[in-house]
């Protein structure tokens, strides 16, 4: 070690011993006299953050089809593989490949496939910037079941008996969400206890199977619940979110419009930095102005 080392480390050490100094000394009493002076004069307007709200939830999760195919007769004609359907390991369905005996006509035809509904479950913080309006910070997890059904057909002198039955799935789906939404508690229009919630966001989707590759987008979504005191800072909250986003479709080449919709029930605790007194003058300041 060379003496510039040495040298900044002792710097280094004088610097953090100066800090620890200075943080272990208790305050003056004029500055104490200060502190209380700047608490006493804080107004409303002097927060950003009015208070924070904290909440868990559980529900369940809609799922969506994202791909749905129309049924293919004797004279439809198609070129070489575009009747494939990709299968939930990366291979494509053999199903959709078998002919109906010796005709051109396909034993397995017009594939569906969807996320079954499973449970769902998430988190948020909200920030307060005003009365009424809090930036939410979502993340929600959710399971599934991802099937694939096609009608079967069995006879070939009359190919419309036929029947849907699924051919495969994938019960590892998950997806994950995550983004910001500004949300309005509407307490003007409260009713027999319960505060009506309306808000949207934006962020990022995850669609993700056992072995296919991630389905990302960005979303957007709509918000509407009602939420309803219960003791203290608890509060219980119901809510419905409705998301859209594009999902890329390898059958069709191109990314489809897919809507889930998630149903919870969530616990809030709801945590207040502005002091008391300083509330009470806003809130007197409103009432004052509402006559």
């Keep these: 070690m060379n003496y510039r080392s040495v040298f900044r480390l002792f710097l280094l050490l004088l610097v953090l011993g ?3 100094g200075l943080l272990a000394q208790e305050p003056t009493p004029a500055q ?17 953050a009015k208070a924070y709200r ?7 999760f809609s799922g969506a089809k994202y791909l749905e195919l129309p049924l293919l007769w004797d004279r ?24 109906l005996g010796d005709s051109e006509i396909y034993e397995y035809d017009a594939a569906n496939k969807e996320i079954e509904s499973g449970p769902a479950y998430g988190a948020k913080v909200g920030i307060y910037i005003a009365d009424d309006f809090h930036l939410d910070l ?14 079967h057909r069995t006879d070939e002198e009359n190919i419309d008996i036929m029947e849907r039955v699924e051919v495969d799935s ?3 789906f998950k997806m994950f969400k995550g983004g910001l939404h500004l949300m309005y508690d509407a307490r003007s229009a409260t009713f027999f206890g319960l505060t009506p919630r309306l808000g949207f966001g934006l962020g990022g989707i995850i669609n993700r199977y056992s072995y296919l590759e991630d389905k990302t987008a960005l979303y ?8 309803r005191k219960l003791f203290g800072d608890f509060t219980l909250t119901g809510q419905v979110d409705l998301t859209s986003f594009a999902y890329e479709v390898e059958e069709l080449g191109y990314s489809k ?5 998630t149903f919870s029930l969530g616990l809030s605790y709801f945590i207040d930095v502005v002091p008391q007194d300083v509330r009470a003058a806003h809130l007197a300041e409103l009432e004052e102005a509402k006559n």
Excluded at 85 to 98: I, K, M, N
Excluded at 141 to 148: I, K, M, Q
Excluded at 220 to 227: K, V
Aim: zero cysteines; hydrophobic letters at 35%; aromatic letters at 10%.
């Design 220 to 227: 957007l979504e709509g918000n509407f619940g009602l939420s």
């Design 257 to 261: 419009m897919v809507n889930y919709a």
């Design 54 to 60: 904290l909440t868990v939830f559980g529900g369940s």
């Design 170 to 172: 994938d019960d590892g």
């Design 76 to 99: 439809t004609r198609l070129e070489d593989g575009a009747h494939d359907v990709l299968g939930f390991d990366g291979e494509y369905l053999q199903e959709s490949r078998d002919r």
């Design 138 to 151: 979502m993340g929600t997890y959710a399971t599934g079941r991802a099937v694939t059904t096609m009608m």
């Design 32 to 48: 104490e006299e200060r502190v209380a002076e700047l608490e006493e004069n804080l107004k409303w307007e002097d927060f950003t």
């Design 18 to 20: 100066t800090a620890n």
